[in-house]
C-alpha cells in the first residue's frame, strides 16, 4: 500500500508541474552528457576487458552526478511543498555539485567493484575456494549488488536533504543503507518500480531526455517521504503508550491519509471548471 502512494503521489505530482519537469529534464539530459562522456573516458581501458563493469560505471554516471542531484532537489521540493521551479535545479546544481561528483565517483567505483568480484568469483579464479566456495563467493556478490542498487534509491533523496556544506558522502550511503535495511520490502519494491521506468523510458528513446528522470527522482523523493511518515506514525503510536506494530502503524497511516483531500482520474480533465 506504501509503495503503491509512493507511485501514485509522484504521478500526480509530475502531471501537476509537467511543463517545468520536462525542461528540468532536458536540462539534466544536456548536463549529464559531459559526467557520462567522463566515466565513459575513464571507464575506457575496462571496456575491452571487462564491457559490463564499463557499462555499469556508465549507469552510475547517468543517476548519480550533480545534474542528477540537481533534479533530486526540484523534485524533493515539489514533493515536500507541491510547488518548485527550474529555480531549484540551478540552486541544487550549485549547492549540490561538489557531493554529486563524489557520489558518481562512489556509484562508479562500487559499481565496478562488485561487477569485477562477481565475474572473479564466477570465473573460479581462486582454485583454493573450490566450486561451492566460488559459487557461494559469487551469489553473495549478486546479493551485494541488489542491496547496493536498491538502497541506491535513497542516495539523491538523502544527499539533498544534508545540511552544511561539506559533501558528507559516507552519512549519505550509511542513512541510505538504514532506510533499506528498516524497510527492505518496500526498498526492493522501490528499486523494481525503477528499474520498470528506467527500460520503460528507454524503450520510448524520447522519454529519456523529455521525463524520465523527472519520473524517477519524484517517485524517489515520494518513497523517501512516505517512509518518513511511517516513522513519524510509530513514533505517534509510542508516545500514547500504544504497542508500536506494523498493523498499527499502518492504521495510524490510513487515518492520516484519510484525511487528506482525495484525487481521482477524473480530476485530470474537469470541462466544467
Known sequence: MTLRRALSRSLWSLYDSLGMLI????????????????????????FGAVPLAAYLAGAAAIFHNPAGLALAE?????????GASLGDF???????FFRGMLLMTAAALISVALCASFLFYAGRVWSGLGLVGNMLA????????????ASACYWSPVAVRVEGDSPRVLFTLKRAALLTLESPLFTFGAA????????FWLATVVGVPLMGMSCIRLFHA?????????????????????TVTRRAVMEELRRKWAEEPKRRLRDLAKPWD
Open 222 to 242: 515520494h518513497a523517501r517521504l512516505t517512509l518518513h511518515e511511517r516513522r513519524e506514525a510509530a513514533e505517534a503510536l509510542s508516545a500514547r503508550g500504544e
Open 74 to 82: 526540484t523534485a524533493q521540493r515539489l514533493a515536500e511543498t507541491d
Open 23 to 46: 525542461i528540468a529534464n532536458l536540462l539534466w539530459f544536456l548536463l549529464t552528457l559531459p559526467f557520462l562522456l567522463l566515466v565513459v573516458l575513464v571507464s575506457m581501458p575496462l
Open 192 to 199: 523494481c518500480v525503477t528499474l520498470i521506468m528506467a527500460v
Open 90 to 96: 540551478w540552486r541544487g546544481l550549485r549547492v549540490h
Open 138 to 149: 559469487a551469489g553473495l556478490t549478486v546479493w551485494a549488488f541488489a542491496f547496493f542498487a
